[in-house]
């Protein structure tokens, strides 16, 4: 009896690894983002309390020399972790293009580039608050190269703010349009990756306790609330522990 299995085209199980890599790339760069935010609000948080505190003077230094380590470090690791997914995200969708001759929109990819963008906005702000901590612990030399290093970040960040709003805003109206015009396009047969889902039930849930983690630790630094000091340690290793643990 004749099978009636169609076999996929050549390339699908290419495709399948480069959107494996792409998934890998992207759950770096949002280990990356929320592990920033979350231990430099922790780091800083912890660093004011000590110096508004009955603690002396010297135990502030090591909490705002760590925020400041940990924000020159982190700002490269999330560039390249973030340009690393970019990249593979695009070498998924030329693959797919060939294939199948479609181009896949994803509706909520405008949402996600904005949520990053906001992500990049938060740990700028949480940087531009380090002059004050070292002001507070009495290293004026430190606070006053710290304000110059931050006032030229500032500028740098405002040009790379509005050329991202610009992008966004084109790139977001190009998929309304498209989906306006053509609607959503038939899932092919062949394709390995149509219909499924792109994060599990399990991996949601772990991504969206590290997103109240990190909310919880920005509002903290924001002084919307005063948790204790186990609780700020405890919710920063809640957010790594929740974003490595994911098996996207």
């Known amino acids: ?41 922790c780091a800083q ?3 004011e309390r000590a ?45 797919e293009r060939e294939l199948y001759a479609v181009r896949r929109e994803t509706p909520g990819q405008p949402l996600s580039r904005l949520v990053m963008a906001c992500g990049w906005a938060v740990t700028l702000l949480l940087g531009f608050t380090l002059p004050r901590l070292f002001e507070a612990a009495g290293w004026h030399g430190l606070a006053s190269a710290s304000t110059t290093a931050v006032e030229a970040l500032s500028l740098v960040s405002v040009a790379a703010g509005v050329c991202f709003v610009t992008w966004w805003a084109r790139d977001a109206l190009g998929i309304a349009a498209r989906a306006v015009r053509r609607g959503r396009p038939p899932a092919d047969p062949w394709d390995p990756g149509r219909g ?53």
């Open 51 to 95: 110096a508004t505190g009955q603690e002396a003077p010297q135990a502030v230094p090591p909490l705002a020399v760590l925020s400041l380590i940990l924000f020159a470090g982190g700002l490269p690791v999330l560039a390249v972790t973030q340009a690393a997914w970019g990249s593979r995200e695009r070498a998924a969708r030329r693959r």
């Open 196 to 248: 499924r889902s792109a994060r599990p039930a399990r991996s949601a849930a772990l991504w969206t306790g590290a997103g109240a983690a990190v909310a919880v630790l920005a509002g903290t630094r924001a002084h919307l609330w005063e948790p204790p000091a186990a609780v700020l340690c405890a919710l920063a290793a809640a957010t790594l522990v929740c974003g490595l643990v994911t098996d996207e």
């Open 1 to 41: 009896m004749p099978s009636t299995h169609v076999a996929p085209p050549p390339g699908a199980q290419a495709l399948t690894r480069l959107r494996a890599r792409a998934r890998a790339a992207r759950r770096t760069a949002l280990i990356a983002l929320t592990g920033q935010i979350a231990l430099l609000s």
């Open 45 to 47: 948080s912890l660093a």
